[in-house]
C-alpha cells in the first residue's frame, strides 16, 4: 500500500517568507509525528499528533513554528517569517500507536531558506 | 531522560554478522526498544523493536539483555546495501520517539 507521503520534497524560500509543508500519512494510522533533520544528525522531534489533536508540541523551537491536521488525517506544518537556520529536512512519520508499533517515515521535505 | 547510547561508527566486511550494540540503561518496564536505519536522502526505515524477549524478523534480529540495560541489533549477513546510520530507540508509550546520532555502519566489499 501506499507509504507516507511528503510534499514538496524540496523547498527554496527566502528569508521572512512563510512556508507550508504537507504529510499524507498511512491510511488509518492515528499518531503522526514531525521530526526536523540537519545534517549528520538525528531527527529532532517536533510535534506529534494524536488524532487531530497535538498530543506534544514541546519539540517546536519557537512560536514561528505551528501544525495542524484538522481531519486526523493530513498534517501541514507552517513555518512564519522564516530564517536560514530552519534549512534542514523536515520528516514526518506516522504510527498505529498502540504498545510499540513502529514508525513510517516519507522522505522528507529539504528546506533551504536563502 | 529516554536517551541511549550507542558508538558513533563501525565497519564490517561484506557478508559478515555484524552486531550494532546500544545502552539504555535508564529503561523502565514497559519501554520498548525499537531499531531504525537511515539511508542518504531517506527517511529512517524500520527495522525491528521488542519489549523483553528476543526478535527476529527478515532484516535482523534484536537480542536483548535480560536486565534489558542494553540491546543489540545483528545483521547476520552484511551487505553493502545495509551501509546506514543505524538509530536505537527507548520508546516511552504514549511519548515521542527520541532519536540520538547512531551508529554510522561502513560495509567493507
Known amino acids: 500500500g501506499a507509504g507516507v507521503s511528503q510534499t514538496p520534497s524540496n523547498k527554496v524560500t527566502e528569508k521572512g517568507k512563510y512556508v507550508e509543508l504537507r504529510c499524507d500519512p498511512i491510511s488509518g494510522h492515528t499518531a503522526l509525528y514531525w521530526y526536523r533533520q540537519s545534517l549528520g544528525q538525528g531527527p529532532e522531534f517536533l510535534i506529534y499528533?494524536?488524532?487531530?489533536?497535538?498530543?506534544?508540541d514541546s519539540g517546536l523551537p519557537n512560536d514561528r513554528f505551528f501544525a495542524v491536521r484538522p481531519e486526523g488525517s493530513v498534517s501541514t506544518l507552517k513555518i512564519q517569517r522564516t530564517e536560514r537556520g530552519d534549512s534542514a529536512v523536515y520528516l514526518c512519520?506516522?504510527?498505529?500507536?498502540?504498545?510499540?508499533?513502529?514508525?513510517?517515515f516519507g522522505n522528507g521535505t529539504r528546506l533551504t531558506v536563502t | 531522560d529516554a536517551k541511549t547510547t550507542q558508538p558513533n561508527s563501525m565497519e564490517s566486511n561484506e557478508e559478515e554478522p555484524v552486531h550494532l550494540p546500544c545502552n539504555h540503561s535508564t529503561i523502565s518496564g514497559t519501554d520498548y526498544i525499537h531499531w531504525y536505519r537511515q539511508l542518504p536522502s531517506q527517511g529512517p526505515e524500520y527495522v525491528i523493536h521488542g519489549l523483553t524477549s528476543n526478535v527476529n524478523n527478515r532484516m535482523a534480529s534484536l537480542a536483548i539483555a535480560e536486565d534489558r540495560k542494553s540491546s543489540t541489533l545483528i545483521l547476520h549477513r552484511a551487505t553493502l546495501r545495509d551501509a546506514a546510520v543505524y538509530y536505537c530507540?527507548?520508546?516511552?508509550?504514549?511519548?515521542?520517539?527520541?532519536f540520538g546520532t547512531g551508529t554510522s555502519l561502513t560495509v567493507i566489499p
Open positions: 499528533f494524536q488524532g487531530t489533536g497535538a498530543a506534544d
Open positions: 512519520a506516522s504510527s498505529l500507536n498502540r504498545g510499540g508499533s513502529p514508525l513510517h
Open positions: 530507540i527507548r520508546y516511552v508509550v504514549g511519548n515521542q520517539f527520541y
